[in-house]
Nanobody, 115 residues
Framework: QVQLVESGGGLVQTGGSLRLSCIAS????????MSWHRQAPGKEREFVAG???????KYVDSVKGRFTISEDSANNAMFLQMNSLKPEDTAVYYC?????????WGQGTQVTVSS
């Protein structure tokens, strides 16, 4: 069984930075992809950034140039560096791993950007 634990969220002012981490416990033999998603109050969860099994990076348009996704596959870890944060980035951020045994989500970490 794979479990994901996120950390790094918090309160930051507009223009500030945060770095989210997602660490997986359990055995992972095949990682199909890793991604970050977020859900703002009253809105549906949306894709933010992802890494495919081939290392291809993808971002939602609203974060391009500000967020950077990275991974440490040897340690089953994934990160999201968020710069130039805006109030509209406020949300609960979730990590997701898709592996040979299924899809796993973290518990979420709150990111709040004050104006």
């Amino acid at each position: 069984q794979v479990q994901l634990v996120e950390s790094g969220g918090g309160l930051v002012q507009t223009g500030g930075s945060l770095r989210l981490s997602c660490i997986a416990s359990g055995s992972i033999f095949i990682m199909h992809d890793m991604s970050w998603h977020r859900q703002a109050p009253g809105k549906e969860r949306e894709f933010v950034a992802g890494i495919s099994s081939r290392g291809l990076l993808k971002y939602v348009d609203s974060v391009k140039g500000r967020f950077t996704i990275s991974e440490d596959s040897a340690n089953n870890a994934m990160f999201l560096q968020m710069n130039s944060l805006k109030p509209e980035d406020t949300a609960v951020y979730y990590c997701r791993f898709r592996t040979e045994t299924g899809t796993y989500w973290g518990q979420g970490t709150q990111v709040t950007v004050s104006s």
